[in-house]
């Protein structure tokens, strides 16, 4: 009974024999899944059909493109996936997406904060600025005003005569001319005496 073995290729015949790159050929090789493979001196490391099909690579595959594929399609090329593993990669992405939506249900509670931090800020702000304009109110209504001019006595009715009004030009008072020479005795304002 004779047996016929099918042709030895090398790295780069398998490659594109099996439409994938020369280095997924080279992983596979070095982690054992293509066994029977021998290094020749002349054309390199030789590795049998039986074991590129064994490891469930196609031959006369279609050959990649020339552009850059996505890296899922270079998974799906380079032979079958466990279930196991898809169940890995979709449990990692979705506690990825958890994380982002945690980390993005915070950034919109924090903005939220700040946001109701500012308009509190804000009225705070108007109420302060109303009241500084109050007492600048009331600072201009207790300072004298020099420059406003002596209110005489006649023009406010029910003014006393020879009241002292601080801050304010007094007219100048007639002395009658019967009037007695000498020092006026004036009583002061505060009630001390001479």
Do not use: Y
């Amino acid at each position: 009974m004779s047996t016929t073995a099918r042709p030895l290729l090398t790295q780069r015949e398998a490659a594109s024999a099996c439409g994938v790159s020369r280095s997924t050929i080279r992983r596979r090789r070095e982690a054992g899944e293509l066994p029977g493979c021998v290094q020749d001196e002349e054309r390199g490391w030789l590795i049998p059909v039986e074991a590129l099909l064994a490891a469930g690579f196609r031959l006369n595959a279609p050959a990649p493109p020339e552009d850059a594929a996505p890296a899922g399609a270079t998974v799906a090329a380079a032979g079958p996936v466990s279930a196991e593993a898809v169940g890995e990669d979709v449990a990692a992405l979705r506690a990825e997406l958890e994380r982002e939506r945690q980390a993005h249900l915070e950034a919109r509670h924090q903005a939220e904060l700040a946001a109701a931090e500012a308009g509190h800020l804000r009225a705070q702000l108007a109420a302060k600025d109303t009241h500084i304009e109050d007492l600048r109110t009331a600072l201009r209504a207790l300072a004298p005003a020099p420059e406003r001019a002596a209110i005489e006595p006649s023009a406010h009715p029910g003014a006393e005569a020879g009241v002292v009004v601080p801050g304010q030009v007094q007219p100048e008072r007639a002395v009658p001319a019967d009037a007695e020479a000498g020092p006026e005795v004036r009583r002061r304002w505060w009630g001390g005496r001479r």
